[in-house]
């Protein structure tokens, strides 16, 4: 591990030597220092574009996001990195599409965890901490497990508290989280018994990070669990709001208990059972949402919202695992596919910002962004001058309602799995290949997003040249990669 480290250290200094993260000196119109802002951002598991009230969700609420919204900026035209967890991860932190980020796919790795981020990616985090941030990551990581040059300590962390594993984050009741290097045992959980809620425990972390770096510019990455699979709430306040409230189709596994063997190799990962999972699932999402209107309550009562700009987004569509029931909830938004599908369903996600007396109140944006944007809205943000080696391009002029903000010249993703798929938007035209592995370039759909946001008319055989033009970029837009290579 410390060869690794000296290894970054030097892979690090190479990175940053003709463009280091120098910041900039902001200063006021009456020439005093501006603060350095700080960070936050939370990034929901599972959560389906059309979860959220302000989104459209209509069998539950979701006040605190909504209100979020309400106060700040909402993306109708972001996306996620991916259709599925740890390559969405990977290019957010990386600010990189699947084309080029480092991590393809869930693929696991020996030892433990999923094949981890490289010691030579340069994350946010890194890019953060080399300007003088704080960073602190809270929640599900599922890009190294402890120990491997993908750990979060080893890609610009200082506090890590969650789960390493993202197989592990399948359970809600596990006998241990991570704290940096070490296990925190949690109380009374054994693999069979239901004490201690983890996402309660990693919000708890969550805040207490906020209170103590309060006074030193921070980056707070918050991959929270919720609502992932499987479906388990505490018997709380919050679940007895949606007991009885809906009609349900229990979920069922080998055992009708909560118990390790759920699977014939005792694999602590599978789902659990549950007999009232749509109650469940909304009491989660509710669960969320209220750790969102807590953080930002805390920034409120710490007396630094002025200086925050807090971000809220999910790393891939809705899952339908456990029990979950994405039609029911029309968790998709209506649109068209749901996890591992690169269909919009698939890979679009809400996007909400606030940063009060910096972001106009209830502003709504059609701007088309992705998660590989993130790094470089992040950097101008804090300051960070140096040209970033990324795919992606600063929204900042949209978050300020500017009018300088570039635009995306297409969008790509990739799953190297399920015979390989592929997508690509330019502008309102949508090109999806399924099965690209078998044949050249599999068979492209195109769809017309501006008339067809459903992707329900396939009209590639009466634009050839469009075609064309995607099928050339879905060659030359991408590097060979180990993790799903198509």
Known sequence: MMVKRILFALLAIQFFSCKEAKKEIAVTENGEVKKTPNIIYILADDLGYGDLSSYGQKK????????????????????????????????????????HTPIRGNKEAKGGGQTPLPVNAITIAEMLKSAGYVTGAFGKWGLGYTATEGDPNAQGFDEFYGYNDQKMAH??????????????????????????????????????????NKDKPF???????????ELISPKDSILKKYEGKFIEK?????????TSDYGPDMEYFKYCPQMTP?????SMV???????????????????????????ASDNGPHGEGGADV????????????KRDLYEGGIRSPFIALWPGKIKKGSISEHISAFWDVMPTVAEIAGITSNLETDGISFLPTLLDTKNQKKHKYLYWEFGIRGGRQAIRIGNWKGV??????????????????EDGKEEKNIAKIHPEIVKEMKELLVSVRTESKIFPL
Not at 219 to 229: D, E, G, K, M, Q
Not at 278 to 282: E, I, L, M, W
Request: aromatic share 12%.
């Open 60 to 99: 539950f609420n979701t006040p605190n996001i909504d209100k979020m919204a309400a106060n700040g900026i909402k993306f109708t035209n972001h996306y996620s990195g991916a259709a599925v967890c740890a390559p969405a991860r990977s290019s957010l932190m990386t600010g990189q599409h699947t084309g």
């Open 171 to 212: 359970r809600y009741y596990p006998p241990f989280l991570w704290r940096n290097q070490e296990k925190d045992s949690l109380k009374g959980n054994d693999w069979t018994n239901t004490v201690t809620y983890a996402p309660d425990v990693i919000q708890e972390e969550t805040m207490s990070f906020l209170e103590n």
């Open 219 to 229: 980056f707070a990455y918050i991959p929270l669990v919720l609502p992932h699979a």
């Open 250 to 258: 229990p979920h069922l596994v080998t055992s009708d208990k909560y």
């Open 278 to 282: 749509n109650a469940v699932y909304a």
């Open 286 to 312: 509710d669960r969320m949402d209220v750790y969102v209107g807590q953080i930002i309550d805390k920034v409120n009562d710490l007396g630094i919202a002025d200086n925050t700009i807090i971000m809220f």
């Open 327 to 338: 039609e029911f909830f029309e968790s998709s938004g209506g649109l068209r596919g749901k």
């Open 433 to 450: 290949v399924y099965d690209a592995l078998k044949g050249e370039n599999g068979t492209l759909e195109l769809y017309n997003l501006e």
